[in-house]
Structures are given as structure tokens and as C-alpha cells.
């Protein structure tokens, strides 16, 4: 799924159209919402695609907040904190094979992850040879859930330039 942000009287084709899947899309307006919420804070469904957006003037505003964020190393500043909490947070137990590392439900066993032969890093790390699952690759746990969710400088530039150039937006 994606959300699809449309300009609404772009000036040239950059202002035309801009995506995101969800997994981009979320911690980039959250990043809005956290630092630039006087002017993202007007859109009252911005993780939906309802048509809600801003006009004009709030577009070119929320852009030169966020360029100037990039610019004086504030953005970075925020992407660093929120990487280093993503990487603090646990590791939870894999739900697929209940933190065994071995898939042993009906689908595990029909593709023989039971008796699958570890790759060397993996034996290394679990203490064992055999026993594969292959939501976390034998080792029994998985990332947590937010860490799916990326957010990086490249992201929050493109992002400004289509908000400069689009007259407004409609997230569709």
C-alpha cells in the first residue's frame, strides 16, 4: 500500500505527484508532525489517503522549514535519534516459531525447516545445526515491528522540492 500525495496547481512536474509506500510514508510525516507542527499539524489525516493536504502558501512554508532543516543538520539530528531508538528497542520472540528458531507449524514441516541444515553463522549463533524458520532464519527472534519503517535525508529532500513546486497538495 502507498500513499499517493498529489499537487494541487503544480508549477512544473516535480510538484506533480509524490509516493511513498507505507513503510516511508509514516515516519515521514511523522517527522513533519514532530518538527514542523504548526504547519503539518493543519492536516488532521495525514497518515490516510482521504485527500486531506495543505494549500499553497503552507506547502512552500513546510518546505523551506524542512530545507532548512536539512540545511543547519536538524533533520540529521532527528534521524540519528530516531535510528538509534529503533535499533535499542527488543528483539522480540519470533511468532512463527515461538522463539524456537524451528518452524515446526503445517507450513514449516511441509517445506522441511525441521531437519533444514543451518548456514555456518547461524550454527554458530544458535548452538545448533538443523531447525530453520524462515520468518527469523533459525535465530528465534525477530526485529520489532517499527523498524520496518525508514526515514532518511534523500526521503525528506524530494519530499521538500515536490511540496516547493506542487501549489498545494491532496494525500490520496
Known amino acids: 500500500m502507498g500513499m499517493d500525495v498529489y499537487g494541487k496547481n503544480a508549477v512544473n512536474q ?18 513533519c508532525l514532530d518538527q514542523h507542527g504548526e504547519l503539518a499539524g493543519k492536516v488532521e489525516h495525514g497518515h490516510s489517503n482521504d485527500g486531506d493536504g495543505l494549500d499553497g502558501e503552507d506547502s512552500v512554508a513546510l518546505a523551506r522549514l524542512i530545507k532548512t532543516a536539512i540545511a543547519d543538520g536538524s533533520a ?12 535499542g528497542l527488543e528483539r522480540p520472540a519470533c511468532e512463527l516459531c515461538e522463539g524456537t528458531g524451528i518452524r515446526s507449524d503445517q507450513v514449516g514441516v511441509e517445506n522441511g525447516m525441521p531437519d533444514r541444515e543451518l548456514p555456518d553463522e547461524m550454527k554458530m549463533l544458535t548452538g545448533r545445526s538443523h531447525g530453520f524458520c524462515n ?38
Open 76 to 87: 540529521s539530528a532527528y534521524i540519528e535519534k530516531r535510528n538509534g531508538y529503533l535499533a
Open 14 to 31: 516535480t510538484g506533480e505527484y509524490f509516493r511513498r509506500n507505507v513503510w516511508g510514508w509514516r515516519p515521514l510525516w511523522d517527522y
Open 135 to 172: 520468518a527469523c532464519s533459525g535465530e528465534g527472534k525477530r526485529d520489532a515491528w517499527e523498524t520496518n519503517y525508514f526515514l532518511d535525508l534523500d526521503d525528506l529532500a524530494e519530499f521538500a522540492e515536490f511540496l516547493e513546486n506542487s501549489g498545494g497538495f491532496s494525500i490520496c
